[in-house]
């Protein structure tokens, strides 16, 4: 299961292909998966698989298409399953054997059992209610060479935003929080090449590695309103995930009113203050545009987003829920 190009160029595609040959064992590629993949493409590749008789599926590239395999995955170990069935936590769903190849370093999907799908009759972007962890995964930094310098910037900050989300999070333990600072460290090994785009073979390892602890972190805590803000701008808008989700850290990391917790994260990032967290972050990712009712709508909408809402540590007011959005995005009268 991949998307369209990295799989291919980053020749994970082929070193699969290899092993598979020289063990004559036959296979098949469903390479449909597209960004923030849909609910009817992940039924479709569900078909696709049945039909070929596959026994375990290997999901090659970025989030996209490691989600997608997850919910393949169910649908096809769950016969009679439906795509609105990933939905319904009250169906047992058994997924088929799964390994999970990153190609990216942003979403930590591998060692994750969150799938985020498009639905589009809700216009939106939700994580599916099923869970289902790869049974491997296989972090190999050399498949993130090929990828496009704006690539590794979007998916590092993506890779920030689930180190931040577990780490100012309710349901942060000893463990996650181990995770993060660690994974923090190692993010900040290579940050200011995310300003340049020019990088070298360490910061590959590194965010790779970073990606994959945050991944860990947010198993035990899940996302927080970042993320929840983020699918506005992505569904809508067309912006990067990685981007929309790095658009409200600054602001979900000023809002958060335990001092001690955000200077150590300030320390360990090396910025001296939320600000400058801020003006690094812009001068990757620019500010995005939307119209002032829309930002409005959206800070109201998020009140109502309790799974998310439940994941903040301190009580958000629409007053706060609309002075993020408005420090975050320029709006358009």
Known sequence: MTGKHSAVASGAQKDIFDVFD???????????????PSLDTVERGAYFGLEKG???????????????????????????????????KDIPM?????????????????VTPYAILSLHEQKTKKGMSQRLFPNLAFLDPGYLESAPPSLIQYTAIDALGHLLESY?????????KMCTEYGMGLWAKGKERLLTGHFIKEDYEHFLA?????????????????HAMSYYLTYQ??????KAVGTFLASYVKACPYKELIEKVESILGFSSTGEMKDFLERIIGRSS????????????????????????????????????????????
């Open 22 to 36: 020289s063990l004559k064992i036959p296979y098949d590629v469903f390479s449909q998966v597209e960004e923030n």
């Open 54 to 88: 596959a026994d375990f599926i290997i999901g090659i590239g970025g989030g996209s298409p490691l989600d997608a395999s997850k919910a393949i995955s169910l649908l096809m170990g769950t016969k009679e399953s439906t795509g609105k069935d990933l939905y319904n």
């Open 94 to 110: 058994k997924g088929l054997p799964l390994i999970a190849i990153p190609t990216t370093c942003g979403t930590g999907s591998e």
């Open 168 to 176: 100012i999070n309710p349901h942060a333990s000893l463990y996650s």
């Open 210 to 226: 970073a990606s994959s602890i945050a991944g860990m972190a947010i198993s035990h805590t899940g996302t927080s309103l970042p």
């Open 237 to 242: 808008k067309g912006v990067p995930h990685g």
């Open 290 to 333: 939307i119209p002032e009712e829309e930002g409005l709508a959206c800070a109201k909408a998020l009140l109502s987003n309790r799974e998310k809402l439940a994941n903040c540590p301190f009580q958000v007011t629409e007053e706060m829920a609309v002075s993020m959005y408005k420090e975050s995005l320029d709006f358009i009268r």
